[in-house]
């Protein structure tokens, strides 16, 4: 879609913006927010079991999902509070969207503590800033969505300053910052927007008050006079309220989501929490109390009835994973020493891989004792553009790493212990590894300790030397230069 093209579907459609980065398949135009920082970590992967685009995390989470059929109508709006940041993710995932849009009306602490969402109002600068940005370096339209400031006069000022940035439409959340769903919304002041600016306004805030039925969306855009209207709550307490032929009953709705849920693989508990947004004064009732009690896919399925379902299509699964497998020979990951004299390999640490408190690290610690080695040593830095981490680990003079950056302190080093141990073809702890002295091992006194010169400190499992961390900042050196 062009600017022009987008602006134009925006007088006449609906749009569905998702609560806290919780999402729902819609029958317009579909919003979906993560945080910049987050996206910047992921890893652009084509699902071919799935058919689907995945934006992978680290540690193998999946953060965004999207496929074909709604690429058209889906709109990526993100968290952000830098304008550099917000291009990099704009340009991540471009390809895959229609559009992209700044969320600087969520008022929610997660979002306004780092500076994002409607932290932003207090600083038109950066808004300016963040969105011309957008305008000139990607190639989709740009929108954004705003809340109302405690003055008319101060909130025309900054739609007046947003629209000269050169976006497609702006969404305007019909509340100041400080309100909440409970308190009425500012129609008049959404009209006043309409009225001033050029661009395709979108009218939000309507759902406690205005809409709970599909004819009520005309109602609330003719009292607002915005182009469009965008949903929210309504919309996650029953996705039908599209259908201009009314609501679907609720458990037909569930029933659907669930199926989708299930044959795109969404994680079990964005799928409870959608599903317990649908059924709120229900979740008293017999199957609002299976939904609560489930821990996984399956057992939400089985609570609606479902189970059948469910163990066809992980059938169904299986089979496209393991033809997918049969056509792509699996390559074995061999260590490799660069330059620096550091033996790398691309690897991460799963804790679900590994029995309950047994890590790489503890068995590098027994190994380097066993051996009367010094212990590993870590050095840990981190990123600034992502606030990544990467650990390398010294055992024995040499130097361990892995190329992938972990999102905390400790991943990072679990891997690093990973990579000594598999480069030295030495057990780490696995599910199924035989490890008799970390299971059976008990605390050591000083004088026990086989370590040799570093008897005299606690031999804990797992405990370490003094391990330094710097954060990198621009320019600065150091064993990651060049990463």
Known sequence: LTVSSISVCLHSHLACVCIVSKTDECFSILLQELVDLKMLQCKRVVNEVLSTVDFVAPDDRVVFRTCEREQSRLVFQMGTSDAERALAVARLVENDVAGIDVNMGCPKEYSTKGGMGAALLSDPDKIEKILSTLVKGTHRPVTCKIRILPSLEDTLSLVKRIERTGIAAIAVHGRKREERPQHPVSCEVIRAIAKTLSIPV???????????????????????????????RAAMWNPSIFLKDGLRPLEEVMQKYIKYAVQYDNHYTNTKYCLCQMLREQLESPQGRLLHAAQSSREICEAFGLGAFYEETMRELDARRADFLAKTPEEV???????????????KFDRRAY???ITPKMCLLEWCRRERLA???????????????????TVAEQKYQSTLWDKSKKLAEQTAAIVCLRSQGLPEGRLGEESPSLNKRKRETPDQDPGGPRAQEPALPGEICKKPFVALGSGEESLLEGW
């Open 355 to 357: 029995p309950p408190q």
């Open 202 to 232: 979108i009218a939000n805030g309507g759902s406690h008050d205005h809409i709970q039925q599909h004819l009520d969306i005309e109602d609330f855009r003719q009292a607002t006079a915005a182009s469009s209207v965008m949903v929210a």
């Open 333 to 347: 990951e061999e260590p490799a020493e660069d330059t620096s004299g550091i033996i790398k390999m691309a690897i």
């Open 375 to 393: 212990q590993p040593v870590y050095e840990t830095v981190q990123r600034p553009v992502d606030r990544m981490f990467c650990s390398v680990v």
